[in-house]
């Protein structure tokens, strides 16, 4: 582990040789957090009202398809009241603030997801559309009322983060299906590692506004000592925005973490090079509020 963080600084060094490092990355372009991994994070509204953060991902909703039609979803955030969740949603919209909901999530939450069929994939978009999104809380497969646990807020997308899957998944089909609704925004969260991904068909369709490159994990094969992975992303995916992913203490990954200075004076700089550069992903908003990484509150 302390050869990877060699390998990151000894890296850092030859950029600041080669491509004059004096001053800071312009900026970090947007600014988007995951919500809903830790009951003392704070609610949304406050989040919002930090002034921060341009997008939201709640997460996750954790369990969905393993059947044609499953009907058993698991929305997991934490222990947070679902009362008033809805409220500050519209709130942190009318700050002109995006808030997705994240699905899948990764293994260690012990999600339990698959889509291994073309009629789960349907089954979830229709789940998705009536009880997250615009569609009114009818559900299209049985005409009978959903209950919305957010209310009457209509959440602006959702945002794949599929760390687990079997052969033929069809996340493809589910992104497709989602497309088709009037006004869904469809990011992915994915492993730095270029291109071996759960999401790669679903990706493919070209219909995802942004992706998340997540410079953390324990990935041997990536993080920040294979810089040539960030490029790759961008190459892949130019009608993308691409988002540096990064964790916001510590506590969360402490082989991946990067000090305030090395982010914006080293990798940002590298980073934003790219023309679809998008901004930054921060994990998540509870390590963000505690070590006061990007946000001040």
């Known amino acids: ?46 989040a919002c009202d930090t002034g921060t953060y341009n997008t939201i991902l709640i997460s996750f909703l954790t369990g969905f398809g393993g059947g044609a039609y499953s009907s058993s979803y698991s ?55 009536h009880t997250y999104l615009a569609g009114g809380g009818v559900s299209s497969n049985s005409g009978d009322s959903t209950p919305r646990p957010f209310g009457d807020a209509v959440l602006d997308g959702v945002d794949f983060y599929v760390d687990h899957a079997g052969d033929n998944e069809r996340y493809d089909e589910l992104a497709r299906r989602l497309h088709s609704y009037s006004g869904v925004m469809t990011t992915a969260t994915v492993r730095c590692a270029y291109p071996e991904q759960p999401s ?3 990706l493919a369709t070209g219909l995802f506004a942004r992706v998340h490159v997540r410079m953390y994990g324990g990935d041997l094969r990536c993080e920040w000592g294979q810089f040539d992975s960030w ?5 892949a995916y130019p009608a993308s925005k691409v988002f540096v992913g990064v964790v916001a203490s ?31 992903m921060i994990w998540d908003r509870y390590y963000d509020k505690i070590n006061h990484y990007i946000s001040s509150s």
């Open 75 to 129: 929305l997991d955030i934490s222990g947070h009241p679902l009362a008033g969740i809805g409220d500050d949603i519209k709130h942190c919209q009318s700050k002109g603030i995006l808030v997705l909901l994240s699905i899948g999530g990764p293994t260690s939450t012990s999600g339990n997801y698959s889509l291994p069929t073309p009629q789960s994939a349907a089954a979830l978009a229709s789940h998705l559309w």
């Open 200 to 202: 790669t068909a679903a």
């Open 1 to 46: 582990m302390a050869s990877r963080q060699f390998i990151f600084f000894l890296l850092l060094s030859v950029l600041a040789m080669g491509s004059s490092l004096a001053g800071a990355a312009t900026g970090p372009g947007n600014i988007a957090v995951f919500w809903g991994r830790n009951a003392s994070e704070g609610t949304l509204r406050e």
């Open 250 to 280: 510590p506590e969360a990954d402490k082989d991946a973490y990067l000090f305030q200075k090395d982010l914006y004076y080293g990798i940002l700089q590298f980073a934003e090079k790219v023309p679809n550069y998008g901004g930054l």
């Open 231 to 235: 490029n790759k992303w961008a190459a």
